[in-house]
């Protein structure tokens, strides 16, 4: 995306915007800054928005549609780190490289800014500091939590999902799934018939209703919550 993100640096209109985004208060400051400073570009379906291993130069927040981070294996299979739904803030690296590629999941509109900008920013303004530590802590921290799924049984690690998901959705006892199925197996280390063969097993035994392929309903919590213990 690099002809793209060039855009920003060259877009006059962004001075302004940052000298008004100097000083944030609220506990938002981060996403503040980067809305004020970044500039927004669209993405179309299945479109990479940076690769592994490219210089991490840009933090990223979805405004609309929704994105996926991945990892192609040495046998050729894809493992899918996180996804990001919109008002999530991504591409926050520890090192000055991407460790996953990124990719819009359907046609979607992303901002982005410009990392030493707001490293800058954050420099001299503790507001700003203090939210950027904690994005990247919640980042590890999202990390471990999918590391430690990955060793669970294909059960517990749909349950987990389906729960995760909920937790970040507005209606939270009925989940709009953006991503496919096999984004689901790959996200989750399994096969897509496992997958299937799992919510099916979870829809029989009420603890799940699947309306259609994307929408799912969570009928008993309790349950998926016992085998996401």
């Known amino acids: 995306m690099h002809h793209q993100t060039a855009m920003i640096e060259r877009s006059p209109s962004r001075q302004p915007a940052f000298r008004a985004a100097a000083s944030p208060s609220s506990a938002h400051a981060v996403s503040e800054s980067i809305e004020l400073m970044g500039a927004v570009m669209p993405f179309g379906r299945n479109a990479e928005i940076y690769g592994e291993n490219e210089p991490a130069e840009y933090f990223y927040k979805v405004i609309a549609g929704n994105v996926r981070t991945y990892k192609v294996l040495n046998d050729g299979r894809r493992q899918i780190g996180a996804f990001y739904l919109p008002g999530d803030i991504f591409g926050l690296e520890i090192d000055d490289l991407h460790t996953f590629s990124a990719e819009a999941i359907a046609d979607s ?22 939210q950027l530590w904690t994005l990247t802590a919640s980042e590890l921290q999202r990390a471990q939590s999918h590391m430690m799924l990955l060793i669970k049984t294909a059960q517990e ?73």
């Open 109 to 130: 509109k992303i901002l982005v800014m410009k990392r030493s900008t707001l490293i800058a920013l954050a420099a001299r303004d503790n507001a700003v500091a203090r």
């Open 157 to 229: 690690r749909v349950a987990g999902f389906l729960l995760e998901m909920a937790k970040r959705s507005a209606a939270s006892n009925e989940i709009e799934l953006p991503m496919s199925r096999q984004d689901i197996a790959d996200y989750l280390g399994l096969t897509i018939e496992t997958v299937s063969r799992t919510l099916t097993q979870l829809e029989n035994a009420a603890a799940i209703a699947v309306p259609t392929s994307r929408r799912i309903v969570l009928r008993n919590r309790a349950a998926l919550s016992r085998l996401n213990a």
